[in-house]
């Protein structure tokens, strides 16, 4: 217990310095002056509030004729002044508080959106590795819970618990300077009680509540997954199943917030027995004094009035606590993310990639996604610039890994990857996916309009452009017949089009890129025959003049390559054209001929790449961020 303590305050204190410079940035003196103009405001707020119950005891004293005591200008004012003054006072109060907030406003959202576009590209420089084993719907939590607590914590921090310890030390002073140091002893007792068993109770709150927000989070994971497999769920009619396990979740989270709702019930309680006690014993001492002379009417008011003033922000004390500690949870949560290495990274000095023919080369690439089981063994290939090269195999024998070594979704762990002379690991990241188009086996398109899912191959080409790789993929006509044309909304992950559809809306942001280098990854596989031939005329009018690779399942679909590498347990089993391969009565001409014995050769289901597809070519179908 004392090791996750401590922990847990290492934790506090790495938040708190990792929150502290969108508080006090360099070179950002705007905020600055922000951040010091909202602690003057806060300053005066406190003053104020501590002198308005002067003015109600003078009022007092006024109306009661025992204001012997009081200040000459005091008595100047008459009872009508006092209460007048009283009114601003209390007014002039809330006028700085709500001052305070207004200027601190604008350094709160700041700090929000730095840190969530912070969050966001470092979400999408983490490796391939780390997206295909996060949950999308926890990972969205974690984002959410954490920025909101950014902006939290600085509010609270800075302008709550800062003017609740000067607002009691000054009503503390002023009780041992006006009155004696009992009416200050009895004071700073009911504080040190309400604040230590508010704290306790709190800490014992904050791990039911850490227990709700896992519930939380599984729930809310659950929600999602099943949401985006919604057609899954449909085909196999598991609406029952899915309403049970999602069930299941809420009720582990129904637990946890009843136990939250009857903790908060003996924190309020046991709250309001230590305040009113003090205030009790308190108002007694008071009382006593004005029966003996010493004290006025005023004085008993005063007391009774500051009493109140201090109770109204310790009841508050426990739930800022509270969400104090759970912001520094939930943004420890996000700091570990943030804090998350990315595995394949810029190399320092990195040069942008130069494609003058678009020449790629496998050099004796070994490649693993886990040491004890190896994918790729030594694979040497050479694909000559404006070259069509297929690649062919099993299930299981490194085809798409090939791809993502391309794409340099992760590393070689063995020999090299070569464009045209150039390393892939020793250029930058963007320039190397800026050379490359792949057409995936499923497209996935954004919850948006056509004009922006094309338009994402490059954002900035004219309109024309965008039609004419629109025409070029034969999706023009289809997109013109439908009400709202290029402005129509294709639904998420663009349920609202036929896969057809999908794959060509695909080939025409693809074309749009005009990259040098193609990658074709099963890109029809998922498609019925007519379709299938239909676009791979797209696909071959897209391939003209660049170099294009094609994993394929379907032999029929990449006859016409310049060669054909067939793949087998990681190596190289055979490697030419078409014909020769037939000719030569091996691994690839029997596969040609169970494939041709069949009636028909029906479409695979999507997602059924190969067996390696656990480590996933999702970067383009199902990336969990979005």
């Known amino acids: ?371 004890a089981r190896p994918i790729l063994k030594g694979v040497s290939l050479k694909i000559g610039a404006g070259e069509t090269v297929a690649i062919v195999g099993p299930s299981g024998s490194g085809k798409s890994t090939i791809g993502r070594l391309l794409f340099r979704f992760y590393d070689v762990t063995g020999g090299a990857l070569r464009i045209d002379g150039q390393d892939v690991r020793e250029v930058t990241q963007d320039s190397l996916h800026h050379q490359i188009g792949v057409v995936p086996q499923d497209t996935v398109l954004f919850n948006d309009t056509i004009l922006y899912n094309i338009a994402y191959g490059r954002p900035d080409a004219p309109r024309q452009e965008l039609i004419a790789a629109a025409q070029a993929a034969k999706i023009h006509d289809f997109i013109m017949s439908l009400p709202e044309g290029y402005e129509t909304k294709v639904g998420e992950r663009g349920l609202k089009l036929s896969g057809g559809e999908k794959q060509r809306v695909g080939i025409a942001r693809t074309l749009l890129k005009n990259p040098p280098i193609l990658l074709l990854d099963e890109a029809t596989s998922a498609l019925d025959t007519q379709t299938e031939r239909d676009i791979q005329d797209s696909l071959a009018a897209m391939g003209r003049g660049r170099t294009v690779i094609t994993i394929a399942h379907r032999l029929s679909t990449i006859a016409d390559a310049d060669r054909i590498v067939v793949l087998e347990k990681g190596e190289i089993a055979e490697i030419g054209r078409h014909e020769d391969l037939l000719a030569g009565s091996g691994r690839y001409a029997a596969m040609w001929a169970r494939q041709s014995a069949e009636d028909s050769v029906p479409a695979r289901p999507a997602g059924e790449d190969e067996a390696e597809e656990t480590a996933g070519w999702t970067g383009f179908r199902s990336l969990p961020i979005g």
């Open 1 to 371: 217990m004392t090791q996750t303590r401590a922990a847990e305050r290492r934790s506090a204190a790495r938040t708190l310095r990792r929150v502290a410079p969108y508080l006090w940035p360099e070179g950002e003196a705007w905020v600055k002056r922000r951040v010091v103009l909202s602690l003057l405001a806060l300053l005066l707020a406190k003053v104020v509030s501590v002198s308005t119950p002067f003015f109600y005891k003078a009022a007092v004293d006024a109306l009661n004729g025992s204001a012997t005591a009081d200040p000459s200008w005091l008595l100047a004012a008459g009872a009508v002044g006092l209460t007048i003054a009283y009114g601003l006072a209390r007014l002039g109060s809330v006028g700085f508080n709500e001052l305070r907030d207004a200027i601190f406003v604008r350094v709160g959202q700041r700090a929000l959106r730095k840190l969530a576009l912070e969050t966001f590209t470092h979400i999408h420089r983490l490796s391939m590795r780390y997206h295909i084993t996060r949950k999308t719907g926890g990972l969205s939590r974690i984002i959410e819970r954490g920025v909101k607590g950014v902006e939290f914590l600085l509010r609270f921090m800075l302008l709550s618990i800062g003017p609740l310890v000067l607002e009691l030390s000054m009503v503390t002073v002023i009780f041992a300077l006006l009155f004696d140091w009992r009416y200050a002893a009895v004071v700073v007792i009911t504080i040190a009680l309400y604040v230590t068993y508010t704290f306790k109770i709190t800490e014992w709150r904050v791990k039911i509540r850490r227990k709700m927000n896992e519930q939380d989070t599984d729930a809310n994971q659950k929600a999602i997954d099943s949401l985006l497999n919604f057609e899954t769920v449909k085909y196999f009619g598991a609406e029952a199943w899915e309403a049970a396990r999602y069930d299941r979740a809420m009720e582990g989270y129904e637990k946890a917030a009843v136990k939250t709702g009857l903790s908060l019930s003996a924190l309020n309680f046991g709250q309001s027995l230590i305040i009113t006690t003090g205030l009790v014993i308190v108002m007694v001492m008071a009382a006593m004094g004005v029966s003996a002379g010493v004290l006025t009417v005023g004085d008993f008011v005063m007391v009774n009035a500051y009493m109140i003033q201090i109770t109204m922000p310790l009841n508050f004390l426990g739930t800022v606590y509270r969400e104090i500690r759970q912001a520094l949870t939930d943004m420890g949560e996000m700091f570990d993310l943030l804090d998350q290495p990315a595995e394949i990274v810029d190399r320092p000095g990195a040069q942008a990639l130069q494609v003058k023919g678009g020449e790629v080369v496998l050099d004796n690439v070994f490649f693993g996604y886990e040491a």
